[in-house]
Every structure is written in C-alpha cells, then in structure tokens.
C-alpha cells in the first residue's frame, strides 16, 4: 500500500498566552509514504504501517514556530489499527485518534487540550487535528526484503522458529521480541534464530566508551561459560553513534567491531529495536550498554542498562545450574 496526503494542525491559544504575543495559526504536514512491516515493534497495534516522507508547506514560520523549537522531522512512521491513527519517530508509535476508512479513503481527527504554551513562554494551547489521506497499491514487497535467507552467508546458526507475531515489549517470564536486522554479510539477521543457546543481546554504539568497555571482555564471557558446559550466544545491536541511535550502522563499522573484539557471533545494525525495548522501561535513566538475557527457549531471565558481565554470567548460571 502507498498513502499520500495532509494533516492540518490548528492551534488556538488562551489570553495568557495572547497577551505574550501569541495568534491563533495553522500548520500543515504532508506526507507521502509507502507500507513498511519489517519494524512491527514500531507500532505493534497497526494493522498497516507506512514509513513516510514529511514536509510542512503551510505555517512553518508563523505557526509551528509558536508551538515547539525542535526543527519538523521529514520521517515519521504512521498507521493505523482497530480505529485508532498512530505516530512516531521510528519507536513506540501513540494513538493520535480516531480514523475512519472508506474504500480508499481516510480521515482521521484528535484534540489535544491545556497544553503548556512553553514557547510563548505563558499560557495555554490547544490543538485540532484533522487529516485527509488517499492510499492505494502497488507491486511491492511489505517486507522491503528483511526476510532472513535460508542459510547465512556468515555461518551463523539458523533455528527456524516458528513465526513471531508480539508482543514487543520486555518482560521477565516473556518471549524475547524478534526482529530482522542487517548483518556484516549484508543479509538479513533473524534474532530468534539464535534459539538454543542462552543469548544476551546488546543495544550498542560505535562510540559508546562503556560499550567498547563490555566488547573487550564478550570472547572471555562466552569461553568461560562453554568451560561451565554452557552454550550462550551475544548478538550486538550496533548504533552508528550515541547521537544517531536510528541511523544506519555501515557493513565497514559491523565488521570493525566483530575483529577489533574477536567477537565470534551476529553484530547487527540496529534498527530502532533497543531503544523501543529499553526505553519505557529505563526512561531518562537509560544508557548504552543495555542487555537482556534469554534462555534457550528464548523466555526472559533478565534484563539491565550498564552493568558489568559478573551480572550476566551470574543470571545465565543461576538458571542453567539452580
């Protein structure tokens, strides 16, 4: 599916706010995109998501500038699921409210009220938001290729589980969250095909002083454990850098770190996984490294931010030799 159109905000300030200068003003974002299902922890209530480019051709300097400091993004994720519209940045997508589809046509509205006019600098706003879009197909794949290959070009192991449909989100007891991400092969990674082995994966950054820290004892780590008779798996979920923890982490950099580390499993791009797992639950205490460790049969034991490799070790041999 393709979708293609406008969502107008209006925005209405009180007297407090007015009498700092404030007026009533329009923006509008239109957006082009096209279905995109490789990322579902997105948005993992949508039934359809599309990745879209976004400009702002109505009200750039005279209104959005009233209403918020940070530059418009020119990508957002959008969708739509059990009547509900959805936003996001590339984590954690929040209902925007109530769309209404026919044929192919969609229209969607949401208020939001008493907001902080915090860049008047006094008062109050509101927000209308109304969008009219027109979806449509084409040849294509929802996939956008992120299917794992029948066998991987770098040698690692291939479980084939069954298909994994949610939730995205940890929790000791639970499922680990799948995902499919780029490899230093090129290929597309499954994380769930590293069932049946104890598996600790990482949200990492190139430049991360405590990452590089945590990589330089990972070979040790799994040596020590095969010594106990333990088979465990690391797979590291690379970000370019602490300051573009979305963007695309080069098959070079991939590579770079599996040698520089002499680390023997999967070191993947990232794709927004690590942030979307950690943040609701770290919050403005999350940090890189973050970890969380599976079973073989890839339930939750634990999960951290930081933290040393005694900690990971201990929850590994705590299940493994009760």
Known sequence: ?????????????????????ATDCQ???????????????????????????VTMPVGLNDCY????????????????GNGTWYRSYGIGASGQGDVEITGQSLTYTNEVKDLEADIVGAGKMDFLVEGAFTTSQEDGDPMHGWVA?????????????????????LKVGSTLPDGVFRDACDEPYRLHDAKGAYLVVFMSAMDCPACRTLASGESSFLADLKAEGIEARTI?????????????????????????????????????WGITMFLPIYNDKLGYP?????????????YGTGGTWATIKNTILKDAKP
């Open 1 to 21: 599916m393709t979708i293609s159109g406008d969502a107008t905000w209006t925005v209405t300030f009180d007297a407090q706010a007015k009498a700092k200068g």
């Open 27 to 53: 923006y509008t974002r239109h957006y082009e995109g096209v279905q995109d299902q490789s990322r579902p922890w997105v948005c993992e209530q949508c039934d359809v998501i599309f990745r879209t480019t």
């Open 65 to 80: 500038k009233q209403v918020s400091d940070v530059d418009p993004m020119d990508e957002e994720w959008v969708g739509y």
């Open 149 to 169: 290959p029948a066998q991987y070009a770098c040698g690692w192991d291939k479980a084939d589980p069954a298909e994994y449909s949610g939730p995205y989100s």
């Open 236 to 272: 590291t979920l690379m970000a370019p850098s602490l300051n573009d923890p979305f963007g695309d982490t080069t098959k070079a950099q991939l590579t770079y770190w599996g040698d520089k580390y002499s680390i023997p499993t999967p070191i993947v791009a990232d794709r927004g």
């Open 290 to 302: 973050s970890w969380v460790v599976a079973d073989p049969s890839l339930k939750v034991l634990n």
